[in-house]
């Protein structure tokens, strides 16, 4: 369990951050840009002082201020892979890599080899910093990151500076760290596809405070999150498991809730966890049971609230099982249709626009 | 060089030994000074700094008398030095190099300091989430990343060390083969009937020296941010 509770005042701007991690696992801090994201993981690496608070990894109390406990960042054990990478350019990338390993202060479980082979970076070994593309510096950052053994990982926007293709090229990596590694990792992003992708929890920040916290399920439905992500964005990110593929048309039955979805996925071996973002915008809600539609998708649920969006549409909350989607509706069809708390429904929805992903 | 006498190598020989001291004494210190007025926030810092410019802006003159309250065989720090390690500077080329070294000690510390406040200090901090200590961060990131400045320093110095004057003179005299450098020799010549000549050629000498000191500064740097892939 990673615990963090900061309160600093710098001028005008505020942080009071408080969060709980059970290890490992991925948070995400998720907010709009300055909202003191990176603050709070320079106080969690130890790079800047809180006022109070306190940061505990697992038994480790690294910052304790009414015990007067302050660990310094260099013996801290949290690697910390920076914005622009922070690659000392007078050494090469295999100097940079044996500068975190030398200073290790615990035996070593990543070794050299290893995050060689996670990142692929035996072609880069003998490069200087300043040949590497964006996307090879921050993978090279977080290979130093890892060898020097960290307890705990930060990353601070990590991708933040890349277009969008390096951006397609880095989170594969980032993916396969989280898979192979049990190193917990705090992610700061304010690009929901990268959260989506890659967190298990999700601490939304804004303007220095933590408003809200949970797993990714939960915080996709939440009213902070969906304001920053924008209207297109919002949909319930669900967890499901892989059921088989179907024979006839050679797509993934994946069970969530008690309903299914037929999804576009490689292979997958049964009882696989798969994550599924179900956009808003994307699903269709019938009070009467579908038929002759090209939709491949029905889940069958109760409304559990509607929400006024904006002006024009809603947004409804169905329960499918112990799992909640959102689908978002026009007020007239809200109107129309009689959908209030209560009302059993079908909820529709196209494969094409279903986006799994591995957990 | 036999169009020279073997005077003037002296002085030539002399000069060289003197600013080469003169640097290698002012060097720890310079780096040190740099570091503490850029990275260090304290009472008294503006106060240090303008200490340190202080050659810049005073007579040499008053300099070479200060150094001779000072260090003189009766001063403070002169005394102890005698004492305690047989240190004599007074008339002495060690004692020179002191008197340049003071001289071109600002122009050092204003070299390194513009050149240490371009390191990224978010180097450190990442030097500093791998594991590495104060020390360790500085011999291991800083110092590396600010030696364009550190070199361009040494060599201004060395080349201005060469140069000076009025310390020296007021400091240890103008002793022929002891405390007589370049400028020294060509003061004395000038003062010589029939000087003019050998005047001349300490002069150009002094021209190639300092002409030489620009170059090797530049060539350095541009060594340096090659190695560093800029």
Not at chain 1, 153 to 160: I, K, R, T, V, W
Not at chain 1, 193 to 200: K, S
Not at chain 2, 87 to 115: C, H, K
């Amino acid at each position: 369990m990673l615990k963090v509770a900061a309160k600093k005042h710098r001028g005008a701007f505020a942080l009071e951050a408080q969060f709980e991690l059970p290890t490992p696992g991925v948070v995400a801090l998720f907010g709009r840009s300055g909202c003191g994201k990176s603050t709070l993981i320079n106080v969690i690496a130890g790079l800047l002082k809180a006022d109070s608070g306190h940061v505990v990894l697992d038994d480790a109390v690294l910052l304790d201020t009414q015990q007067h406990i302050d660990v310094p960042p260099e013996r801290r054990r949290i690697g910390y892979v920076f914005q622009d990478a922070k690659l000392f350019p007078h050494l090469s990338v295999a100097a940079n890599l044996r500068y975190a390993q030398r200073r290790a202060r615990v035996p070593a479980y990543v070794g050299m080899d290893l995050v060689s082979d996670l990142l692929d970076l035996g072609a880069l070994m003998h490069r200087r910093t300043h040949q590497l593309s964006g996307g090879e510096r921050q993978r090279v950052a977080i290979g130093r990151a890892l060898l020097s053994q960290p307890g705990l990982l930060l990353l601070d926007e990590p991708l933040a500076s890349l277009d969008a293709s390096r951006r397609e090229e880095l989170l594969p990596y980032l993916e396969t760290l989280r898979d192979q590694l049990a190193i917990p990792m705090v992610y700061v992003s304010h690009h929901f596809d990268d959260v989506l992708r890659l967190a298990t929890h999700l601490v939304l920040m804004e303007s220095g405070k933590t408003t809200a916290q949970g797993n990714l399920s939960d915080m996709s439905l939440n009213p902070g999150v969906r304001a920053i992500i924008g209207a297109d964005a919002v949909g319930a990110i669900v967890e499901g498991t892989v059921l088989g593929a179907d024979p006839d048309s050679g797509l993934l039955r994946v069970q969530v809730g008690h309903g299914e979805l037929k999804v576009h996925f490689g292979k997958a071996a049964n009882g696989a966890k798969l994550r599924v973002q179900l956009l808003a915008r994307d699903l269709i809600v019938a009070t009467r049971a579908p038929q002759q539609l090209s939709v491949r998708n029905s889940l069958t649920g109760v409304v559990t609230a509607v929400m006024s969006d904006d002006d024009d549409s809603d947004l409804i909350a169905i329960d499918i099982g112990g799992t909640i989607i959102i689908a978002r509706v026009t007020k007239a069809a809200t109107r129309e249709l009689g959908l209030a708390a209560g009302l059993s429904v079908w909820a529709l929805v196209k494969t094409v626009s279903l986006r799994p992903h591995p957990i | 060089m036999t169009w020279l006498s073997a005077n003037e190598i002296e002085a030539l020989a002399l000069s060289l030994s003197v600013a080469f001291r003169s640097v290698l004494l002012s060097l720890p210190f310079a780096v040190l000074l740099a570091w503490v007025l850029t990275r260090r926030q304290f009472v008294g810092r503006t106060v240090l700094d303008a200490f340190v410019h202080l050659p810049l802006v005073l007579p040499p003159v008053v300099i070479g008398y200060l150094l001779l309250l000072l260090f003189g065989a009766r001063g403070p720090i002169g005394g102890w030095l005698e004492r305690a390690f047989g240190i004599e500077l007074i008339f002495t080329r060690n004692g020179a190099a002191l008197a340049t070294a003071v001289m071109s000690f600002p122009l050092m510390v204003r070299a390194m300091r513009i050149s240490l406040e371009n390191v990224d200090r978010g180097l450190e901090d990442a030097a500093r989430t791998l594991g590495a200590g104060a020390l360790d961060r500085f011999a291991t990131i800083t110092l590396p990343l600010m030696l364009p400045g550190v070199l361009a320093g040494a060599i201004t110095a060395f080349s201005a060390a060469l140069g000076e004057f009025g310390a020296v003179i007021t400091f240890v005299s103008n002793i022929p083969g002891e405390t007589r450098t370049l400028p020294l020799a060509l003061y004395t010549a000038l003062q010589t009937p029939g000087g003019d000549a050998a005047a001349a050629r300490l002069a150009l000498i002094s021209c190639v020296l300092g002409l030489g000191g620009l170059l090797l500064s530049e060539w350095f740097a541009r060594r340096v941010r090659h190695m560093l892939g800029r």
